[in-house]
């Protein structure tokens, strides 16, 4: 008997939708390994702790790190208070209305925002308009903006999911508003309010339209935030595109990729420690 | 997927909020009053961000549209900002952002659908566990990375295929819609999941094969989400900067084939910034208004989407 046409197409389908996730995976690990295997023979305690000497880069790219690492904890440190506490005013606080309204269309906007766009704005306030020029400082301000709608939606989402019977336990109990956010609800949603900040500093790490123009392409290994410096990522822009030391670009592709998935498994981890605990 | 569409039951009116019942000191009064203060401020710093991103871009580059025109600034064909007299027409990098953003979508969006019906309705909990979190991954690869690979490797395919020197229209098509993935995918089968389970178990009872239950009655329900997904990939692919950058060849043109040097606005702006003077960078400013008006439409019409058809749901 030969099989139904809707056999067939199932069969057809099935395997289209198969394909297509293996070639989504399929890139991504093509990506990894090619960057892994050209930049491994790179990577030496030189590399990471030394300084690029001469025209072409030569030596290490430790300033450029210290750039990347110093800009996003910064950012982080900025965003981190403001962000929750603005998910915590929209989820506990705030009655459905205009000004929510309003908040989240604009913190959807902020998302939506180009990254070039948000460089050119911290290019005209931070550095220009304020004054401070390039420097570590503005590319944290710049990249808080960044950061912040991320920061604010996965918070938001954490609140949400904590049980509604804990909240009433502590009014039950007495407790005023803040007590119960502060005491109650904050701590339960920690672990999921902790991956997302990690996962919008990962965002932050690879930014490198934003920095460029922020936080300037000058090699310097930045000491106060007043500093300028390189990040990595515009660090590998210029060394790929000028094509002068692939061998260099190989090595901060590496290590950029070697942060990123950090972040990604970190915040993984934790997430799935949290739910075992809460089982 | 928004989570304001679930609201948490208020509690009864609270001491915070009626000061008339003496149930608490006034000084825990005050401290609760201020603090509620405190965080609709920390609220409206994402208002702030977008209203000082609106006045600090606009600001500077208004004066283009007023020496300019608008219309022409927008439809000109000529981008000679150092010719004399200069001429500042963005028609061919609006022309190439939607371009390579069209494309990108007609590989990606295919693609990052798939992958989320997979996710959803196919794949056992083993291959889940490493197919979203290489989803995930790849939404936090630094657009340079994909810029970089696409340098050194897709270029010199594309360049042996082709003959020419692989950078262009392909290559940009080519690495955008691997970049698009991971938006529209996650946000597809956020859709996907909140599909009731019942309809579809209903749907298998009828003797529906998996994929009549996909394309008959998952996809019909979860279209909003979707057609969401679509048009948030859309705002992704053009204002994606580095990746496209450093494949796409650079030529304020509109491009000549598939494998012709071309440039985006997202693209052009990076590429003049570091030279730029006086009315040239007066315009650059003008084309990130002009980028920033694009992304504002997209998240308009993700809104008007959920708007006109969400109430089904």
Redesign the interface.
Known sequence: MAPKARTVSNTLAMTLLWTSAIVTVGVLFALIAYVFINGIAQISLDFIFGYPRGLHAEGGIWPTIVASVYVTGLAMLIVTPIGILAAVYLSEYARQGRMVKAIRFAADSLAAIPSIVLGLFGLALFVEALGIGFSVLSGALALAFLMLPIVMRTTEEAIRAVPRYIRWGSYGLGATKWQTVSRVVLPAAAPRVLTGLILATGRAVGETAVVIYTMGTMINTPVTPLDPGRSMTVHLYLLSTEGINLQAAYGTALLLMVMILGFNLTARLIVRRSRRLSE | M???N????R??P???ESPNIK??SRS?YL??RF??Y???A??????L??L??FF??G??GWPIFQKVGVWDFLTGMVWAPTATPPQYGIFPMLFGSFVVMAGALVLGA??????A???SE??SPKVRS??R??????A??????????G???LRPFLAAGSGTLGLGLMAGWLILA?MV?PTI?TLTEDALDSVSGGVREASYAMGA????T??KVLVPSARVGIIDAII?GM?RA?????AVL?VIGNAPVIPKGLFAPFSTI?TQ??ID?SYATGDHRTA??GM?IV??AI??L??AA??LVSRLFGAED
């Open positions: 928004t989570p304001g679930v609201p948490i039951p509690p009864a609270h001491i915070a149930l608490t825990t401290k609760e603090l509620r405190l965080f609709a920390a609220a409206l710093v994402a208002v961000g977008v000082l991103i600090f871009v600001i500077r295919p693609l990052a659908i798939g992958t019906i997979f996710l196919i794949a490493v197919v979190p290489a989803v995930e991954l790849l936090g690869v630094p657009s340079v990375v994909f810029g970089f690979f340098l050194l490797v691997i993935v995918a094969t998996t994929w009549q996909i394309y948030l705002g053009i204002g994606e900067t580095m450093m997202t702006i990076v910034m650059l400013f990130a980028l920033f992304s504002m997209f998240v993700v809104r």
